[in-house]
């Protein structure tokens, strides 16, 4: 255990968390919402502090990031818990936290000089924090983005983006990237599936571009769910609005966890999120969740300017931010 951070102290030793949009109002002997964040005796206290559930160095394609330091490594972290609830979580057994569970730290024993250590010697460029949601132990994250900064390597955060803009402000001058899940457009999603909200997902997803930090976004398209031509233009069209530069993933869905009646995404759907990705003025839409290439492609000339397999790169011709072909900037983080 460890004292958490951004949290303020209530009469009757009750505490106020706000390292999420949920907000919690945890009385003594509690837990918050994302069942790592205890109240005891009047401090909050994080669960999720100093074991690792998960450690893999993976291909930064994978988190997935195009446009950042592509063919490269980066070694990815994650501790048990979440603050979503979503039924169609591919990592469920790690994120999803049942009440006999609370309190019960899984996983292996790892300082952040250690973690900072072992993704040196995996040869990665940069630590990811990943597979569940990193907010939910941003003290961890933080202390090892700041000592893997001073020792060059990169920080990534691939999060559900349901932060405060004082968690943000907290680990944010260290991050250099983050992939955040646009889950849909739609409240009344988020509030079904998730146990969330869309307008604090929306509010960080504009904090992160103005604080300079390379941004890339996931929807994960589900049958019946979020995959309507109406739901699939507003995100695109939100998406443009920010930056026609954002890379955005459109995955395909899979049965599986409490969405296990669900049938896959067709292919046709990701076809049209592609088509209307273009339409809404984005400049990089890929597919995700199926076999094949997924390439970047300049959008001025059409030159292939990265060639990819899977999570492999099998040519990258990008030099100087620029399409060697037309001379056009490419934007993203090449080096």
Partial sequence: MKEARLY??????????????????????NFGKCSVRKNIDGKLFTFAYGKTIAENADPV??????????GSKSYSIATMGCNFRCGFCQNWQISQIS???????????????????????????SISYTYTEPTIFLEYASEIAFLGKERGLANIFVTNGFMTAEALKEVGPVL??????????????????CGARVKPVLETLERIKKMG??????????????DSEEEIRSIGEFIAGLDRNIPWHVSRFFPQYQFGDVFATPVSTLELALEIG????????????????????????????????????????????RCPNCGVTICGIWE
């Avoid at 839409?285 to 059409?302: A, D, L, Q, R, Y």
């Fill in 8 to 29: 303020r102290t209530l009469d009757n030793k009750n505490v106020s968390c706000f390292l999420c949009a949920h907000h919690c109002a945890i009385a003594p002997g």
């Fill in 176 to 193: 250099d990237a983050c992939n955040v899940d646009l889950k849909s457009f739609s409240d009344e999603f988020y509030r079904r599936n």
């Fill in 278 to 321: 273009c339409q809404a003025g984005l400049k990089y839409v890929f597919p995700g969740n199926i076999p094949g290439e997924s390439n970047t492609v300049c959008f001025n000339c059409k030159e292939i300017l990265i060639k990819r397999s899977g999570f492999s790169i099998d040519e990258m011709k990008i030099k100087d931010s």
């Fill in 213 to 226: 930090i390379w941004l890339e976004i996931t929807t994960l398209l589900i049958p019946g769910e979020n």
């Fill in 99 to 125: 009440e006999e569970m609370m309190g019960e730290r899984r996983g292996i024993e790892s300082s952040p000089e250690e973690i900072v250590a072992r993704a040196i010697r995996s040869g990665s460029k």
């Fill in 61 to 70: 394609e994978k988190k997935p990031l195009y446009h950042f330091l592509p």
